[in-house]
């Protein structure tokens, strides 16, 4: 079958084929990276692989490290970090999220009916900017856009037709197909000036015309609203420091008491075979495609097909790994279906990876209570490679950079028998 999304993979074997072509030119990333072209050959196209965890940071950094000096590839490992770094912040500071879907809501509910109309006809690549115009198109048709079109877009957005930065979020979070939580919703906060105080990212013509292929800057329309002089921050909204959080620590694998275990696979990673769970032989694997959640949450029919397809893939490869029935259920809640495959196959209870902080990690308290009111548990673990980086995205990136750097270099002088970077 060919796949339904060949740019951008959503399977593990498209990931690592793909992978496989980049990795002998990675050194050239750094120069190139910022360029936005046609097919996007700059860049790996893995983002949404490695959303899913099709494909893991630590496996790509690892072998990009076996082929490579660290000073060649830099730059592309730090980008890789950027991701746990993400999130990592927000798991420390998981009310950020909260504020951010309330306010979503508030916007959508009570918000100026002409703000909100033009929120759409710039959606739509309506807006006037033909680049940005295309931009969104592109957003819409593909479930991808460069990151430096991410930024752009966003910049323009917020700073230029100054329309509320949640509804460009929102906007992002629908169609992307690499989309998370922690990495789009943060960014978005950075180009409106709230993640970093002081900071802002204004679109700029110059840096547009400079890094944007040129055919798709031929089309001139509207790009004087975009002239250097002409655009200015729009002040963000004075907000308190958000709170930080205990960080709570997880084992790679659970301590599990005699019983039947069941293994609930879901979107946030799904590869688990390639974790510490690998040696588990649960009774079952249980996959749930939460088709009301992607609805309400506004998910574009690209971004479910994608997450669609990674589940059976994952499904295929758990089956084959795990060798034990594998299930997939749909049409209702994760908790529903927990409660009812662990009553038809006598289940003690659940393993699983823990979501980290969004829609996913909203719903473990009703997963928890649900469970636990009908006698069953579940027991959450987390992959080393997180339970290591994520407490340590306390600060800014650097800060985290520098200490993940210092443990990659060590690491890669001196592997160990369990792999690279198995930290």
């Given at each position: 079958?060919?796949?339904?999304?060949?740019?951008?993979?959503?399977?593990?074997?498209?990931?690592?084929?793909?992978?496989?072509?980049?990795?002998?030119?990675?050194?050239?990333?750094?120069?190139?990276?910022?360029?936005?072209?046609?097919?996007?050959?700059?860049?790996?196209?893995?983002?949404?692989?490695?959303?899913?965890?099709?494909?893991?940071?630590?496996?790509?950094?690892?072998?990009?490290?076996?082929?490579?000096?660290?000073?060649?590839?830099?730059?592309?490992?730090?980008?890789?970090?950027?991701?746990?770094?993400?999130?990592?912040?927000?798991?420390?500071?998981?009310?950020?999220?909260?504020?951010?879907?309330?306010?979503?809501?508030?916007?959508?509910?009570?918000?100026?009916?002409?703000?909100?109309?033009?929120?759409?006809?710039?959606?739509?690549?309506?807006?006037?900017?033909?680049?940005?115009?295309?931009?969104?198109?592109?957003?819409?048709?593909?479930?991808?856009?460069?990151?430096?079109?991410?930024?752009?877009?966003?910049?323009?957005?917020?700073?230029?037709?100054?329309?509320?930065?949640?509804?460009?979020?929102?906007?992002?979070?629908?169609?992307?197909?690499?989309?998370?939580?922690?990495?789009?919703?943060?960014?978005?906060?950075?180009?409106?000036?709230?993640?970093?105080?002081?900071?802002?990212?204004?679109?700029?013509?110059?840096?547009?015309?400079?890094?944007?292929?040129?055919?798709?800057?031929?089309?001139?329309?509207?790009?004087d609203r975009i002239d250097d002089a002409r655009v200015t921050a729009f002040p963000p909204a004075e907000e308190p420091p958000?709170?930080?959080?205990?960080?709570?620590?997880?084992?790679?694998?659970?301590?599990?008491?005699?019983?039947?275990?069941?293994?609930?696979?879901?979107?946030?990673?799904?590869?688990?075979?390639?974790?510490?769970?690998?040696?588990?032989?649960?009774?079952?694997?249980?996959?749930?495609?939460?088709?009301?959640?992607?609805?309400?949450?506004?998910?574009?029919?690209?971004?479910?097909?994608?997450?669609?397809?990674?589940?059976?893939?994952?499904?295929?490869?758990?089956?084959?790994?795990?060798?034990?029935?594998?299930?997939?259920?749909?049409?209702?809640?994760?908790?529903?279906?927990?409660?009812?495959?662990?009553?038809?196959?006598?289940?003690?209870?659940?393993?699983?990876?823990?979501?980290?902080?969004?829609?996913?990690?909203?719903?473990?308290?009703?997963?928890?209570?649900?469970?636990?009111?009908?006698?069953?548990?579940?027991?959450?673990?987390?992959?080393?490679?997180?339970?290591?980086?994520?407490?340590?995205?306390?600060?800014?990136?650097?800060?985290?950079?520098?200490?993940?750097?210092?443990?990659?270099?060590?690491?890669?002088?001196?592997?160990?028998?369990?792999?690279?970077?198995?930290?």
């Open positions: 079958m060919d796949p339904i999304h060949p740019m951008f993979p959503v399977t593990r074997r498209a990931a690592l084929q793909r992978w496989q072509e980049f990795l002998p030119g990675a050194a050239r990333y750094g120069a190139g990276r910022n360029r936005v072209e046609p097919g996007h050959p700059q860049v790996t196209r893995l983002s949404a692989a490695i959303r899913g965890r099709l494909v893991t940071t630590e496996e790509l950094i690892g072998s990009l490290l076996e082929r490579h000096r660290f000073e060649a590839v830099e730059k592309l490992v730090q980008e890789f970090l950027w991701r746990d770094y993400w999130k990592g912040w927000l798991e420390l500071r998981p009310s950020v999220w909260t504020t951010y879907r309330q306010e979503l809501a508030r916007v959508l509910h009570d918000g100026d009916p002409a703000i909100l109309r033009r929120a759409e006809t710039v959606r739509s690549g309506r807006g006037g900017i033909a680049v940005m115009d295309r931009f969104a198109r592109e957003l819409i048709e593909t479930g991808y856009l460069h990151n430096h079109a991410r930024m752009w877009w966003a910049g323009y957005w917020v700073h230029v037709e100054r329309l509320p930065w949640v509804l460009g979020a929102d906007f992002f979070y629908r169609h992307l197909l690499d989309a998370d939580p922690a990495s789009n919703t943060l960014g978005w906060r950075w180009v409106a000036g709230l993640q970093t105080l002081g900071k802002v990212y204004l679109p700029r013509r110059s840096n547009l015309e400079k890094y944007c292929a040129a055919e798709w800057m031929s089309d001139t329309t509207g790009l958000p709170a930080r959080v205990g960080w709570q620590s997880l084992p790679e694998l659970p301590e599990l008491p005699a019983g039947r275990w069941g293994l609930w696979l879901h979107g946030e990673d799904l590869t688990p075979e390639l974790s510490a769970l690998g040696p588990l032989r649960p009774d079952c694997v249980l996959t749930v495609l939460d088709e009301p959640l992607m609805q309400k949450l506004g998910f574009s029919a690209q971004r479910v097909d994608s997450i669609r397809e990674g589940l059976a893939d994952a499904r295929a490869r758990a089956a084959a790994h795990f060798g034990c029935p594998v299930e997939q259920r749909a049409q209702g809640g994760f908790a529903a279906h927990l409660c009812q495959v662990a009553r038809e196959r006598q289940l003690t209870g659940w393993v699983a990876m823990r979501p980290a902080v969004g829609p996913l990690g909203d719903a473990i308290p009703g997963i928890e209570a649900a469970l636990a009111a009908e006698g069953f548990r579940i027991h959450w673990c987390r992959r080393r490679w997180d339970e290591t980086g994520w407490p340590q995205a306390a600060a800014g990136f650097f800060p985290f950079w520098e200490k993940a750097r210092g443990r990659l270099l060590a690491r890669a002088k001196t592997p160990s028998e369990q792999g690279l970077l198995n930290i």
